[in-house]
């Protein structure tokens, strides 16, 4: 919640105020501990599907996607056959790639995006984002359904949509997440976790730096808390159309 009228205290009643909040912020430190832990814990499962990708050299298997690496992070891009760009929240995610990239390659982990638009379609649209990390079509693949990000359309009519680890209501065909796995020394590929919803806010950076400023988010109470989000070559054009709308 923003704070529209705060008070304005001493410098000594703000520093108490603000050795309390600090408790709290230990505590949910300790709990994303504990979590992270007991997420790691979790038994994994053998990918028995061979997957194969489309991608800039050539088919890729999921196991190529490690690219000589033990660890996978796939970001499943909500872009789908026939859409004339990707969406633009997981394009803010995605924002977040390249800059990791070069240290999640330090600690044994390749990143990818997965989606099911045609690779020309993919990389259309990556050229103009100006993005570098490695995006790959499962279009063709059983991929984003066995994974809970893709649906058909039957199922969003009937809005039993298996999403999240339970049946809901959604409302377009593909759906955001991350998912990670990892290799073994014999090749073999596990599912190790995935993560839906909000927790795909593990990939917005962003995000945390909002949190720390005086006014937070500051998404208000709308339905779709993120509809603020362009793509980063439309803020000036948003911007722009939003002057022009006040001037009116």
């Excluded at 590929?189 to 795909?200: A, E, I, L, P």
């Amino acid at each position: 919640m923003t704070n529209t009228n705060p008070a304005i205290v001493s410098r000594e009643q703000w520093i108490a105020q603000r050795e309390t909040l600090l408790q709290s912020e230990k505590e949910l430190t300790r709990l994303r501990d504990r979590i992270a832990s007991e997420r790691r814990a979790l038994p994994w499962v053998r990918v028995e599907k061979n997957y194969v990708f489309d991608g800039l050299g050539g088919p890729r298997t999921l196991a190529d996607l490690f690219e000589g690496r033990s660890q996978l992070l796939v970001q499943h891009f909500m872009f789908g056959p026939g859409w004339a760009q990707g969406c633009p929240s997981c394009s803010y995610m995605a924002d977040h790639t390249d800059a990791m990239n070069v240290h999640l390659k330090q600690r044994d982990i390749a990143i990818v995006a997965i989606s099911r638009a045609p690779l020309a379609d993919i990389e259309r649209f990556r050229q103009r984002m100006g993005w570098k990390f490695t995006w790959v079509s499962s279009h063709g693949t059983d991929f984003n359904h066995d994974f809970g990000v893709s649906f058909t359309r039957e199922q969003v009519e009937r809005g039993e949509v298996p999403y999240n680890y339970q049946v809901q209501a959604f409302p377009v065909e593909e759906a955001p997440g991350v998912s990670a796995f990892c290799k073994n020394g014999a090749g073999e590929v596990f599912h190790t976790y995935s993560t839906y919803g909000r927790g795909v806010e593990v990939m917005m950076g962003t995000y945390n730096m909002l949190d720390l400023a005086p006014r937070g988010r500051d998404e208000g109470d709308a339905p779709n808390r993120m509809q603020w989000v362009r793509h980063h070559d439309r803020y000036e054009q948003a911007r722009a159309a939003a002057g022009a709308c006040c001037h009116s």
